[in-house]
């Protein structure tokens, strides 16, 4: 005669029901499916879902309209396309070794013209303006000057003075001030020095020479 054990251990002669304590023998036991998180919808067996925590034994949370938090990030815009919606200008001042300009110095026989040697190469250099005063000229320890636009990096325009010309950079745009240089300062191709020490507008892309071949190229950048 065969024998069957129940879950619990017992043996009984029946191989439905056990004959010590009744429990189903042979038949699978009922299994509980998981309930789906009210919040998350991740599977989850218990009161407290195992993913976000939340309580199921709480009322479901029930949706509403996007309040005006959920509206304003909706619609929001990035902070480069605010400022480029409002046309920001950012100047740029493009530094070069002007031969054309460098030519007519020596034809005119400027001041320090035979001290003034033409580069064999230097590397067009760009800087982005900041702030409101831009000092153009060649650093000098002794006399504290460290200019934003430092002509004074090898190979240096020997015709430059140490605190040559000034950029100022207003809402309304930006202008430069010779600052009583040497050699002065020019514009356009020009062979008309600009007053000393009076502020003269500039546009977008006006070249401003200095020194025996030194041309500043600025423009304006929106961004």
């Not at 789906?36 to 479901?60: H, M, Q």
């Not at 509403?64 to 400022?83: F, K, L, R, Y």
Request: charged share 15%.
């Amino acid at each position: 005669m065969a024998i069957a054990t129940c879950p619990d251990g017992h043996q009984s002669v029946a191989a439905d029901y056990c004959d010590v304590c009744g429990s189903p023998i042979g038949v699978p036991a009922p299994t509980t499916a998981a309930a789906l998180c009210p919040s998350c919808g991740s599977p989850s067996t218990g009161r407290f879902c195992e993913v976000c925590g939340a309580d199921s034994a709480l009322p479901t949370p029930v949706p509403h309209p996007a309040g005006p938090t959920e509206i304003a990030t909706a619609t929001a815009v990035s902070a480069p396309e605010i400022e480029g919606a409002f046309g920001t200008t950012t100047w740029v001042a493009t530094i070069t070794a002007d031969r054309e300009f460098y030519d007519r110095v020596q034809a005119r026989k400027g001041p320090d013209a035979d001290q003034v040697e033409f580069p064999a190469f230097y590397p067009e250099r760009r800087i982005t303006l900041r702030g409101t005063d831009v000092l153009i000229g060649k650093h000098s320890v002794s006399q504290g000057l460290q200019p934003e636009i430092d002509l004074g990096i090898a190979p240096a325009d020997a015709g430059v003075s140490r605190a040559h010309a000034t950029l100022h950079i207003a809402e309304t745009g930006i202008t430069i001030t010779d600052l009583g240089s040497t050699n002065g300062t020019s514009l356009n191709g020009s062979e008309d020095l600009i007053p000393a020490k009076v502020p003269v507008p500039l546009h977008s892309g006006d070249r401003i020479h200095l020194g025996g071949w030194t041309t500043i190229v600025v423009t304006a950048e929106d961004i």
